[in-house]
């Protein structure tokens, strides 16, 4: 794999593990870095760091067995804090959920700067989700997508073909691949802008 890869699918993670404080993100950035051979950033380091003291602890003093799952949840950050709040595995399967709701607003057939009321009522209808919900979750998206694709930008990761087309390796699931179709349009608009 090359860098631009290694990139996508290590930061895209990392940017999410330190926005959310959510360790299911700094366990797919440790998974995607060690499987591409990639450094593993700091702030899963860290974070890894504090789980080894915290689970030592845990050894050191063991709860009794019922009481050991909750114990080692608690140790790798996975726990509520507060009532009320979602687990973080909650919250990683919703964002997934909602990441899937943008890209098929990019996979709608109005998906164009003119026609993005038509494609957000698309996406609705096929749905059930209400088209304010719909465009709320995409224009978030699509600032991630604008952030990552200034990042590749700015960092000189993209390569541009002698007519002007944006060249980018890329792997992952499907999903993935049409994450990074989005954000190389975005990098289109920079590009034009």
Same mark, same amino acid.
């Given at each position: ?86 687990? %973080? *595995?909650?919250?990683? +399967?919703?964002?997934?959920? !909602?990441? $899937?709701? /943008? =890209? ?14 038509? %494609? *957000?009522?698309?996406? +609705?209808?096929?749905?059930? !989700?209400? $088209?304010? /919900? =719909? ?19 700015? +960092? ?38």
């Amino acid at each position: 794999m090359n860098d631009l890869t290694e990139i996508i699918y290590v930061e895209k993670y990392r940017q999410l593990f330190i926005e959310t404080k959510n360790p299911i993100y700094a366990w797919r950035v440790f998974q995607n870095a060690r499987a591409m051979r990639y450094p593993i950033p700091q702030e899963v380091l860290n974070y890894i760091a504090n789980v080894a003291h915290d689970i030592v602890k845990v050894a050191q003093n063991p709860p009794v067995p019922a009481k050991r799952p909750v114990a080692l949840s608690k140790a790798l950050k996975l726990h509520k804090s507060v009532a009320g709040q979602g687990s %973080a *595995f909650t919250e990683y +399967s919703s964002r997934l959920k !909602k990441r $899937k709701l /943008a =890209i098929e607003v990019v996979q709608s057939e109005y998906y164009e700067p003119d026609l993005l009321d038509y %494609a *957000f009522e698309d996406v +609705s209808k096929k749905t059930g !989700k209400s $088209k304010s /919900a =719909i465009r709320e979750n995409f224009l978030k998206h699509r600032e991630q997508w604008r952030t990552v694709a200034q990042n590749l930008v700015e +960092s000189g990761l993209i390569s541009f073909t002698p007519d002007g087309r944006i060249e980018m390796a890329i792997a992952g699931s499907a999903d993935d691949l049409r994450e990074a179709a989005a954000i190389l349009d975005e990098i289109q608009h920079i590009k034009e802008a």
